[in-house]
């Protein structure tokens, strides 16, 4: 009787380490999630991104490559990406005098918006597949 008694005890401990680790990956996944969507936040509500929000925005995802396959990973490389693009365009609009150059920066400047933008809704496809909670049962 106590030997079925320990390994009722033994099974259960095991379920909740199981179910320990996995709500622990889901809460780190989720990290990832909520990093790319503060970015893509920011870029909508400001039109641009600061050197130090986009060095938040690597610091969170860096280990993302351990937790993903590789197209999620290529994604956010992508959004990093953009966002650098963004605020490089923005630094070089200031100094340009009126004229075709100020006018093509201007025209790059508001596609990489548009396209950072538009991650906001898309972000939520990508991610769907690791935060499900039917794949987490």
């Known amino acids: 009787m106590v030997g079925i008694i320990a390994v ?31 970015l893509l936040s920011i870029v909508f509500h400001k039109a641009n991104i600061t050197l130090d929000e986009l060095r938040e925005f690597r610091a969170s995802i860096n280990e993302a490559s351990f937790f993903f396959d590789t197209e999620l990973t290529q994604y956010l490389d992508e959004i990093d990406r953009h966002a650098l693009s963004l605020h490089t365009k923005t630094q070089n609009l200031d100094p340009l005098p009126v004229g075709p150059e100020r006018e093509r920066v201007v025209q790059d400047r ?4 548009a396209w950072l933008s538009g991650q906001y809704s898309e972000i939520k496809v990508k991610f769907s597949p690791y935060l499900s909670f039917a794949e987490w049962k």
């Open 8 to 38: 009722t005890v033994a099974f259960q401990q095991y379920q909740v380490s199981k179910n320990k680790l996995k709500l622990d990956l889901f809460e780190r996944c989720l990290a990832f999630y909520a990093a790319a969507q503060k």
């Open 110 to 113: 508001s596609d990489e918006i």
